[in-house]
């Protein structure tokens, strides 16, 4: 029988994988982080955060390319220039005319007389409530506004701001879709809401890779991206 000291101890091959890692390529490295950022663990081994440890050490970008995606951060609007000047626009509109002209109402309203049977009156106060909360609701999409146009986009990655062609291997069909935010949406257009769950689903994708949509009628279309390219809006 072979000597049980013979035997590495996990000390030392943890030692001995480490040394590895300071020794080995990227390309040698990346299918390792891969398999380990891969998995869905609870407590991490011992083992398992040193190599994270020597990877980021030594190649920071893996760690930064496995971060969460900017498209999943609820707490950023994303908008184009011109979705933001018209918001602005439309604020500044609320502010300046309409909630001044509102306030005229509620006062001829109030010269009428007996209040609580004046549908006017009533009517201006709902008119005003309505358009207070317009301007607020405008004013925190503007207080957290990312411009699309800002981003830094992955080459032949679906993000904002690309146009995608794919194909429906369901019917056999090509569609060509641009991605943007809620305020560009439009149907007529095939610019779809980034947040959307067709949209959704084709974020992070690149050529060749293929997604399923399960539509409101609860069939299911299975889809391939063919082509991904930014575009000018």
Do not use: C
């Amino acid at each position: 029988h072979r000597d049980l000291h013979s035997f590495p101890t996990r000390r030392s091959s943890d030692l001995i994988f480490s040394d590895h890692l300071q020794n080995a390529s990227k390309d040698q490295i990346e299918p390792i982080f891969r398999s380990l950022t891969a998995r869905d663990e609870n407590g991490e081994s011992k083992m398992r955060a040193t190599v994270l440890r020597a990877v980021s050490r030594r190649f920071p970008a893996f760690i930064k390319r496995n971060e969460a995606p900017y498209w999943e951060n609820e707490n950023a609007s994303y908008v184009t220039v011109k979705s933001k000047r018209k918001i602005e626009k439309e604020i500044e509109e609320i502010v300046n005319v309409k909630l001044p002209e509102n306030a005229k109402s509620i006062g001829e309203a109030q010269a009428l007389g007996d209040l609580s049977e004046n549908a006017e009156f009533d009517a201006a106060k709902e008119e005003r409530e309505r358009l207070n909360g317009r301007a607020q609701f405008l004013k925190e999409l503007i207080a957290t506004s990312v411009l699309i146009e800002s981003i830094n986009r992955l080459e032949g990655r679906v993000e904002l701001g690309t146009q995608v062609t794919i194909k429906n291997l369901t019917k056999n069909k090509q569609e060509v879709y641009k991605i943007l935010g809620a305020q560009e949406a439009s149907l007529e257009e095939n610019i779809l809401n980034y947040k959307a769950p067709f949209a959704w689903a084709m974020l992070g994708k690149r050529v060749g890779d293929k997604f399923s949509v399960t539509l409101d009628d609860n069939s299911k279309q299975e889809y391939a991206i063919e082509a991904v390219v930014p575009f000018d809006f």
